[in-house]
Nanobody
Framework: QVQLVESGGGLVQPGGSLRLSCAAS????????MTWYRQGPGKERELVASITSGDRTNYADSVKGRFTISRDIAKNTVYLQMNSLKPEDTAAYYC?????????WGQGTQVTVSS
């Protein structure tokens, strides 16, 4: 019933930009903390950015100042604007929705940064 669907990934050159989207269905979006995670090849999963129901945001040090997380309540969608991309940003990006003991994950979208 609950689905999170990521989109917007792709191949981009260093210094370029992408906007990822996570469309939620089956939940009341505004009650959840929404988080973007990523996992690069051979690397551990790491938190990239999160936004709470009160619109408080948190970013990994590695992306702070370059990435921006936001949400559109009307569209039940969370976004990750990614600017000044670096090769080390290459990873599968996953959307997570969390409220209390409830946790939901999307299928992921691939971001590859390469010249």
């Amino acid at each position: 019933q609950v689905q999170l669907v990521e989109s917007g990934g792709g191949l981009v050159q260093p210094g370029g930009s992408l906007r990822l989207s996570c469309a939620a269905s089956g939940i009341f979006f505004s009650y959840y903390t929404m988080t973007w995670y990523r996992q690069g090849p051979g690397k551990e999963r790491e938190l990239v950015a999160s936004i709470t129901s009160g619109d408080r945001t948190n970013y990994a040090d590695s992306v702070k100042g370059r990435f921006t997380i936001s949400r559109d309540i009307a569209k039940n969608t969370v976004y990750l604007q990614m600017n000044s991309l670096k090769p080390e940003d290459t990873a599968a990006y996953y959307c997570n929705a969390a409220w209390s003991s409830l946790h939901y994950w999307g299928q992921g979208t691939q971001v590859t940064v390469s010249s």
